[in-house]
């Protein structure tokens, strides 16, 4: 009964883009999405931890490659991190050239830090192409108040760049 009158934690759901406009706001010359199953072996995961760093714990990571009259674009990744209690869903895109492209919130579902979805902020990952400038705090800029939701995306862009550089890579892509 006493539970009754402790004060809940105040949460904010917010769900800003379904996969669909986040897939065609990242790549919107696109006319087809088709997903890909990526299975990891605990070898392949152990050597993209080594490549990406440490990591925050992660939700469901879906793919699709992006595609214009057949011609490869790049890839869509969706991801989910643990902000400071709750999953944060965003969507990234990695060009055939290994270029990062748009990073998009969907879903944010905690009470402070929401500023990830200024622009200025995911304006930072636009044409990165190498996990050593893709760093938090000296190439990603940290956001007072959503230090942890800045710092836990950062590091998941960095797992999905260090995915496609051993996975999806065309043959003779960037290094």
Same mark, same amino acid.
């Given at each position: 009964? +006493?539970?009754?009158?402790?004060?809940?934690?105040?949460?904010?759901?917010?769900? !800003?883009?379904?996969?669909?406009?986040?897939?065609?706001?990242?790549?919107?010359?696109?006319?087809?999405?088709?997903?890909?199953?990526?299975?990891? @072996?605990?070898?392949?995961?152990?050597?993209?931890?080594?490549?990406?760093?440490?990591?925050?714990?992660?939700?469901?990571?879906?793919?699709?490659?992006? *595609?214009? %009259? %057949?011609?490869?674009? %790049?890839?869509?990744?969706?991801?989910?991190?643990?902000?400071?209690?709750?999953?944060? *869903? !965003?969507?990234?895109?990695?060009?055939?050239?290994?270029?990062?492209?748009? +990073?998009?919130?969907?879903?944010? #579902?905690?009470?402070?830090? %929401?500023?990830?979805?200024?622009?200025?902020?995911?304006?930072?990952?636009?044409?990165?192409?190498?996990?050593?400038? +893709?760093?938090? #705090? *000296?190439?990603?800029?940290?956001?007072?108040?959503? *230090?942890?939701? @800045?710092?836990?995306?950062?590091?998941?862009?960095?797992?999905?760049?260090?995915?496609?550089? @051993?996975?999806?890579?065309?043959?003779?892509?960037?290094?």
């Amino acid at each position: 009964m +006493l539970a009754a009158f402790l004060p809940a934690p105040w949460v904010i759901a917010a769900d !800003y883009l379904s996969v669909d406009e986040a897939q065609k706001a990242i790549f919107p010359q696109a006319d087809a999405f088709q997903e890909l199953v990526l299975p990891q @072996s605990p070898g392949q995961i152990q050597a993209l931890l080594a490549r990406a760093g440490p990591q925050p714990p992660h939700g469901v990571i879906r793919i699709w490659s992006a *595609t214009r %009259g %057949g011609v490869l674009l %790049g890839h869509v990744f969706l991801d989910e991190v643990i902000g400071r209690q709750s999953l944060i *869903t !965003y969507a990234v895109g990695i060009d055939t050239q290994g270029a990062l492209r748009s +990073l998009e919130i969907l879903a944010y #579902r905690e009470s402070h830090g %929401g500023e990830i979805r200024n622009a200025a902020w995911r304006g930072q990952f636009d044409h990165r192409d190498a996990l050593e400038r +893709l760093r938090f #705090r *000296t190439d990603i800029k940290n956001i007072s108040g959503a *230090t942890l939701s @800045s710092e836990h995306v950062t590091q998941g862009v960095r797992w999905l760049l260090a995915l496609w550089q @051993s996975s999806l890579r065309p043959a003779g892509g960037a290094g």
